[in-house]
């Protein structure tokens, strides 16, 4: 007996009559005008070989040995996967962000000791022989501009250049022509940098510690990585009050001759909900209220599209690839494949825990320790461990969601942070197709 899959995904396409339907386990998605789309809700179709044959309608038992043997082939291919290894020297900033979630983090001007340097890569040489894997160096702002901090990068890239590892760089990017010497002994995977907008815009939310503004600076700094063949990513931190500045971000970084780079990409970072300074914080947008804005300008403003292409769940991979991606059982990478450790010593599971007390995993230094149990957890955490992600029909384009951010809202690792896939959808094949 055939029925629907409990994995299609179908709804109204964003300003059409046209409807799409998906399902990621059979990797198949579909555009259905409007009459035959009310007969697949009304469960009344035509011609229901092709469904089956894409897998809209299954049989429940072959389906879930399908979903079986899929998940089984996630686990082994994430096992071998890339590791990414954060190391975060220090918290200290020179930066006063006004979304900062680091201001509140103790003994922020405490800097890492060369012990600790020679024991984080004894640790990574012991706990990651044989895996392939990069170090992301991590702050607090890894470029700060004095002798000291310049030695402690330049050790940090010595010892990945003798286990030939790649790094990249999470910078705010005011002191990027300070290390562009340093970074030129390094394979340089990326360098992340933020502008959150044009000028006005930018220097209005990150400021130097002494109130100056930084936009011009991280621009030359920008300026000076592509000169020197250096790959950057360039993210915006988006809510309310800097959104309406991404047309303009788009044509200045179109004016500059970085989009036509091939070794410039961005990324647009929402501003969410995390730790001290966001609690109930009005600017930050829902997931799906700061997409309908992107979506928004975008159509008045297509020239963004050249500056950046929004993923609305996995919209853009299908347009760009025509195919589905393979079926997302875990969207949390913290103790699979991220990990992060800092100057003290301690470990975490990823970028978002790392550094919060609290949120520690074990240490590296002075000794080797580790929370087995917690760890376990993390390492547990997908969409068949979490109770509300079982019967979801979009478990497989969301993954269950971040970890950090449920168990901040719940107390619990296990739990959801759920993703609007379907209304993600509704507005990228509107957008795309």
Request: with cysteine.
């Amino acid at each position: 007996m055939y029925q629907q899959s409990k994995h299609n995904i179908f709804s109204k396409i964003k300003d059409s009559n046209e409807y799409y339907l998906v399902n990621i386990l059979s990797g198949n998605a579909d555009i259905l005008e409007p009459d035959e789309a009310l007969k697949f809700k009304e469960n009344r179709i035509d011609n229901p070989d092709i469904y089956i044959e894409k897998g809209y309608l299954v049989n429940p038992d072959d389906e879930e040995r399908i979903f079986r043997e899929k998940y089984l082939n996630f686990i082994d291919e994430r096992d071998s996967d890339e590791i990414q290894l954060f190391f975060t020297p220090w918290y200290t900033c020179n930066f006063n962000c006004s979304y900062c979630f680091q201001d509140e983090y103790t003994n922020p001007e405490q800097t890492v000791t060369d012990e600790v340097i020679d024991a984080f890569f004894q640790y990574i040489d012991n706990q990651f022989a044989g895996r392939k894997k990069y170090i992301t160096i991590f702050g607090g702002e890894p470029f700060l501009n004095t002798p000291k901090h310049k030695q402690t990068i330049t050790k940090v890239i010595e010892g990945a250049n003798i286990r030939k590892l790649d790094i990249a760089v999470v910078t705010n990017g005011y002191h990027i022509t300070d290390y562009i010497s340093i970074l030129q002994q390094a394979s340089v995977r990326e360098i992340q940098v933020t502008l959150d907008g044009t000028q006005t815009v930018h220097d209005s939310r990150r400021i130097l510690k002494g109130g100056q503004g930084s936009f011009q600076k991280i621009s030359d700094g920008i300026n000076a990585l592509l000169k020197n063949n250096i790959p950057v990513n360039l993210r915006m931190v988006v809510d309310k009050d800097n959104i309406h500045d991404l047309p303009n971000l788009a044509k200045y970084a179109i004016n500059q001759g970085w989009t036509k780079n091939t070794l410039f990409k961005t990324a647009l970072g929402r501003n969410y909900e995390l730790h001290h300074c966001q609690t109930n914080n009005k600017r930050l947008f829902s997931r799906i209220g700061l997409y309908q804005e992107v979506y928004n300008l975008v159509k008045k403003h297509p020239e963004i599209l050249e500056f950046h292409k929004p993923a609305f769940s996995i919209a853009k991979f299908i347009f760009e690839n025509g195919e589905l991606p393979n079926p997302l059982f875990d969207s949390c990478s913290g103790t699979k494949t991220e990990w992060a450790f800092d100057y003290a010593g301690k470990i975490y599971s990823c970028t978002a825990t790392v550094g919060n007390t609290g949120d520690e995993l074990g240490t590296f230094y002075p000794q080797t320790k580790l929370n087995s149990k917690l760890i376990e957890e993390w390492e547990e955490r997908d969409v068949l461990a979490i109770k509300k992600c079982r019967n979801c029909s979009v478990q497989l384009a969301c993954g269950g969601g971040c970890a950090a951010i449920a168990k901040a809202r719940t107390g619990n690792i296990h739990s959801e942070d759920c993703r609007p896939v379907k209304e993600l959808l509704e507005l990228g094949i509107g957008l795309y197709k």
